[in-house]
């Protein structure tokens, strides 16, 4: 089974598009949660600003840290797909795997291993579940036909216009 997605960009172009999109996910999820975490450790009276604080520090490393990911990801997954020269979820997990395994490589092989098999098995789970859903979605959308209703005797001849 082959699917494109022509709506996304080139191979070289997506990459620095999910770099960008995953940096700015991580900044958001980045902002509200220490925004959050700093209000919290903070004295009463200074909850705003220890706010602030926690996010200007906090907020720019957890959106890197998912820019790193995003990127790498969408780095494998157009090398993975330029050397099979297919698009199925196969890439994805593939793609995850490596991913998991290059962010890991400080820890050694047995820390890059381990991250490789659950970053592919998280990749695997968010592609079942993507299957799984695109085709409960189809089947709910098959094209019917119109039900025709049945016609006993012909429809009656129209009335002939006299020429002159």
Known sequence: MSR???????????ILNDFGGAFAMGAVGGTVWHGIKGARNSPRG???????????????????NFGVWGGLFSSFDCAVKGYRQKED???????????????????????????????????????GVGV??????AETNKPISPLLPEQSAPPPAAP?????
């Open 46 to 64: 200074d909850r705003l600003l220890g706010s602030l604080s926690a996010i200007k520090a906090r907020a720019p490393v957890v959106g890197g």
């Open 132 to 137: 799984l859903v695109g085709r409960l979605f």
């Open 89 to 127: 979820p196969y890439n994805a997990i593939i793609s995850g795997f490596l991913t998991g395994g290059t962010l890991a490589v400080r820890s050694g092989p047995k820390g890059m291993l381990g991250s490789a098999i659950g970053c592919g098995i998280l990749l695997g789970v968010f592609e």
């Open 4 to 14: 494109h997605d022509h709506t996304r960009d080139p191979c070289p172009w997506v």
């Open 160 to 164: 002939q216009l006299a020429s002159a």
